[in-house]
């Protein structure tokens, strides 16, 4: 018989990690310095662990005993790769998250998605806005403190392949994946305040670019009323015989940062912003019950906005329609007074 420390061990792996056990024997032999028989023998039960194989596989897969045997019950422990080093750049950032989206997309999951912001997946449908939100990023979060703010120039990506052949790859992950989401009409007033702000500190090198992210946004407002309208994500994956469907709820009262929970036959598990866009992580069984339980009631105080009514979805891009038209009015106004110096 299999100690039960050991038995809960591989059981909380596999539930949470692997949809398929071939995978998770490769990995555990890896891990633990060990051959594949061996590893099947540890999983089976036929031998125990040490304590040395114990800690090496908590480490890898960011486990505490405390989980695991229930000892803790109000103590929860998260993932958070920003802490493994400095993201230097886009790419830096952009490998994880494309790593990890191939491995979600593999157990066909339901994604449910909550946020103050359009879900950060769409912008990637859009390199030009895409390169802008990373920007803001590389200036407020990765930006060594030593050198100043550095002026947005999308001449710096728009020929970037494997910069923009990432963003493909993510964006097409998510797009055949099934996902429910819940906005409000203010998702896109963040991004708004911040291209106006940039072309106001002078950080853009063509104060024209500010214009064209306003375009740039609209275009996105009117493919995400499509998908609405055919409730999948078709009109981002032209072509693709399965598009991911699309519910999306309209919350007015819920007050909620940007919180991802992936759910699947084999794995579950909590995504939450700790300083946007990095992302604290959790597989632990009882916040994923605590979040399903968080999201229904959420849920249940929302207006339907995909396959609703046409009143509350022409109200609810109307809205946000006219938030992006009164934004570009301002810049454009903004612009005229204030020109260039030769």
């Given at each position: 018989m299999p100690d039960k420390l050991t038995a809960e061990i591989f059981s909380y792996i596999e539930r949470t990690r692997y949809a398929e056990k071939k995978n998770m024997v490769d990995d555990i032999a890896s891990i633990l310095f060990i051959q594949k028989s061996s590893a099947y023998k540890k999983i089976r039960g036929e031998s125990s662990l040490s304590p040395d194989e114990i800690a090496l596989l908590g480490k890898h897969y960011q486990f505490s005993i405390d989980d695991l045997l229930g000892i803790q019950l109000d103590r929860i422990y998260f993932d958070f790769p920003a802490l493994n080093?400095?993201?230097?750049?886009?790419?830096?950032?952009?490998?994880?998250?494309?790593?990890?989206?191939?491995?979600?997309?593999?157990?066909?999951?339901?994604?449910?998605?909550?946020?103050?912001?359009?879900?950060?997946?769409?912008?990637?449908?859009?390199?030009?806005?895409?390169?802008?939100?990373?920007?803001?990023?590389?200036?407020?979060?990765?930006?060594?403190?030593?050198?100043?703010m550095s002026a947005y120039d999308y001449k710096e990506y728009e020929t970037d392949a494997l910069y923009l052949e990432k963003l493909k790859v993510i964006s097409s992950a998510y797009m055949r994946m099934d996902s429910v989401e819940v906005w409000n009409v203010t998702v896109f007033d963040n991004t708004l305040n911040q291209i106006r702000y940039f072309l106001e500190s002078g950080l853009m090198k063509d104060p024209n670019e500010a214009i064209t992210l306003h375009d740039e946004v609209r275009q996105l407002i009117l493919k995400l009323q499509d998908a609405c309208l055919s409730q999948n994500k078709e009109p981002f994956i032209r072509g693709s015989k399965y598009p991911g469907g699309l519910q999306l709820y309209n919350n007015e009262i819920a007050f909620t940062g940007n919180l991802i929970y992936v759910h699947s036959d084999s794995i579950r598990a909590v995504y939450t912003t700790f300083d946007n866009p990095n992302f604290l992580n959790s597989s632990n069984p009882r916040l994923c019950d605590y979040t399903e339980k968080w999201l229904n009631r959420i849920i249940d105080n929302s207006i339907k906005i995909s396959g609703g009514n046409i009143r509350d979805k022409s109200l609810f891009f109307n809205k946000i329609l006219e938030k992006v038209e009164r934004s570009r009015k301002q810049t454009e106004n903004w612009i005229e007074t204030n020109p260039l110096e030769d």
């Open positions: 080093g400095v993201v230097r750049n886009v790419i830096d950032y952009l490998t994880p998250i494309e790593q990890d989206i191939k491995r979600v997309e593999r157990i066909q999951p339901v994604i449910y998605y909550t946020s103050r912001e359009i879900p950060i997946f769409y912008y990637y449908t859009s390199p030009r806005l895409s390169a802008f939100k990373f920007h803001v990023f590389y200036n407020i979060n990765w930006r060594d403190d030593r050198f100043k």
